[in-house]
C-alpha cells in the first residue's frame, strides 16, 4: 500500500498548457458569465445578464407539452434525429419567417444548440487563423468569444444611435484586405435591438448595407435574437429579405420561449447548408430531439405568439420603469440609448470614469452589477466609459433601487468623493 503511494508520488504532473492547440490562447472566458457568478448573491441586484424573466416562463405549456410528446412520441423524441433537425420544426419556423420577409424554406433551415452554436458554426466554415471578421464596436460578446476560438481579427465600424454606421463598411474592408491580402469572411450585423447598444438599424441603412455588401461581394451574417421583442414602432425588413444569396440568418426560442431549452436556429441557401450540416455533425451530431418535440408542440398549439404578446409587455414596462430611473437618478453628465425593444440598452458615463474600475470598486460594493462596456470591444478599443445594462430580468421596483443605488454611486465618484 506503502509502495503504491509513493510510485504515485513519484509521477510528474503533465503541464497541460504546453499541450494545448495555439488557438487556445486566442479563448477567453465571457465577462458574463464571471459576472453570474458574482450575481449569485440574492443581495446583489443584477443588470449583468442577458436573462429573461424567469416568472414569465412557459412553465405549465413546456410541462404539458413534455407529457403529451412522452405519451404520444416518446420513442422518437428521445432517439437520435437527423443533423438538419425536426421537420415539422422546420417547417413552423420557415412559415413564421415569412411573415417577416425571410424568404425560407425547411430546407433552408437548421436547428442548433441556442444561437451560440449557430455563431460557432459559422466560426467552423469561414474563419482560418488570422481571417478577418467585420462587425460594428461595440458587438455581441459571444460572437467575439466564438471567433476569438477560431483566432479571427476584427476590423470595425462605428455603432452610433441608429445601429452601425454602415457607411465605414468600405474602409473597413479595405483595411482588412491590406493587412492580410484576402477579403474579411463577412459582415457582422445586429439590426434589431442590438446587442449591447440598444439600436435598431433603419430601412435606410439596411438597404445601403445590402448595396454594399453585393457590391464588395461579400456574406452578411445578420443575428437575429430579438426581432420579435419589439415594443413600438413599424417592423423593418431584414437584410435576409433584401440580400437572401448572400445573407446568413441567425435566430433563437432563447428570448420567446425559455434560454434553458438551448434551441436556435440559422437560415442559409441550401449550398452553404451542407457545410454547416457537415460542422454540426463533427460537433454534436444533432441538436437535442425531445426538446425540438417539445418546442414544436407549443407552436403547433398555437401557444408561442400570446406567450410572446404577454413577454413584451413585461418587458415594456421595465424599459420604461428602467428609462424613467435613469431620467430621475443619474446625474446629467450621463446618456443612454432608448431602444424600442429587446433586452438591453447602452449607458455612458463622462470618459474620466472607467466603468470597469468603477463596478469592481464602487457598484459591486453598492450590491449593483452591469456589463463594463469595454467587453463587447472586439479590439478593445473603446468602451471604458460605456456599460450595458439589462431590464428584462428585475422586477420594476428592483430596477428602480438598482439604477438609484448606480445613480449615487456615480455622483459621487464625479464630485471626486
Known amino acids: 500500500m506503502s509502495e503504491d503511494h509513493d510510485l504515485k508520488r513519484e509521477i510528474p504532473v503533465l503541464d497541460w498548457d ?53 405519451q404520444n412520441m416518446g420513442k422518437k423524441a428521445l432517439q437520435y434525429s ?5 421537420y415539422p420544426l422546420k417547417e413552423f419556423l420557415a412559415s413564421s419567417m415569412h411573415k417577416y420577409g425571410i424568404p425560407a424554406l425547411p430546407e433552408n433551415v437548421l436547428l442548433t444548440n441556442g444561437s451560440q452554436q449557430a ?3 459559422v466560426g467552423r ?31 470595425t465600424m462605428r455603432v452610433d444611435e441608429q445601429g452601425m454606421v454602415v457607411d ?65 414602432g413599424d417592423h423593418i425588413p431584414p437584410i435576409c429579405h433584401l440580400i437572401p444569396e448572400r445573407t446568413i440568418y441567425l435566430g433563437t426560442f432563447s428570448k420567446t420561449m425559455a434560454p434553458g431549452l438551448r434551441l436556435g436556429w440559422i437560415v442559409a441557401s441550401e449550398a452553404l447548408m451542407k457545410k454547416l450540416i457537415q460542422a454540426k455533425q463533427g460537433c454534436d451530431l444533432h441538436t437535442g430531439t425531445f426538446v425540438q418535440y417539445v418546442a414544436n408542440d407549443i407552436c403547433e398549439r398555437g401557444l408561442l405568439k400570446p406567450h410572446i404578446d404577454k413577454i413584451r409587455k413585461v418587458y415594456k414596462k421595465r424599459r420604461d420603469t428602467m428609462l424613467d430611473s435613469l431620467a ?12 424600442e425593444g429587446g433586452l438591453f440598452l447602452w449607458a455612458r458615463v463622462p470618459e474620466t470614469i472607467d466603468t ?20 463587447f470591444y472586439p479590439n478593445a478599443d473603446g468602451g471604458h466609459d460605456a456599460m450595458r445594462l439589462n431590464f428584462s430580468y428585475a422586477p420594476p421596483e428592483v430596477i428602480v433601487e438598482g439604477i438609484k443605488r448606480l445613480g449615487l454611486a456615480l455622483k459621487k465618484e464625479i464630485a471626486g468623493g
Open 356 to 375: 470597469d474600475k468603477f463596478l469592481r470598486e464602487k457598484a459591486l460594493k453598492e450590491k449593483v452589477a452591469y456589463v463594463p462596456g469595454i467587453n
Open 168 to 232: 465605414e463598411i468600405e474602409h473597413a474592408y479595405e483595411k482588412a484586405f491590406n493587412e492580410s491580402g484576402k477579403p474579411p469572411a463577412f459582415i457582422y450585423v445586429l439590426p434589431n435591438f442590438h446587442n449591447p447598444a440598444g439600436t435598431t438599424l433603419p430601412l435606410e441603412r439596411r438597404i445601403k448595407l445590402a448595396e454594399i455588401a453585393t457590391k464588395l461581394d461579400i456574406a452578411v451574417i445578420e443575428d437575429d435574437p430579438y426581432g420579435q421583442l419589439r415594443f413600438e
Open 328 to 339: 430621475e437618478f443619474w446625474p446629467e453628465e450621463c446618456s443612454w440609448t432608448k431602444p
Open 18 to 70: 504546453s499541450h494545448l492547440a495555439e488557438r487556445t490562447k486566442s479563448m477567453q472566458s465571457s465577462a458574463i458569465r464571471e459576472l453570474l457568478k458574482i450575481t449569485q448573491d440574492p443581495e446583489v441586484i443584477s443588470f449583468a445578464g442577458g436573462l429573461p424573466a424567469p416568472e414569465v416562463f412557459p412553465i405549465q405549456e413546456v410541462d404539458e407539452a413534455c407529457s403529451y410528446v412522452l
Open 119 to 121: 455563431l460557432d458554426l
Open 125 to 155: 466554415i469561414f474563419i482560418d487563423p488570422g481571417t478577418f471578421v467585420l462587425s460594428g464596436r461595440p458587438t455581441y460578446l459571444g460572437a467575439i468569444q466564438a471567433w476569438g476560438a477560431y483566432q479571427a481579427k476584427f476590423h
Open 82 to 86: 437527423a443533423t438538419e433537425g425536426y
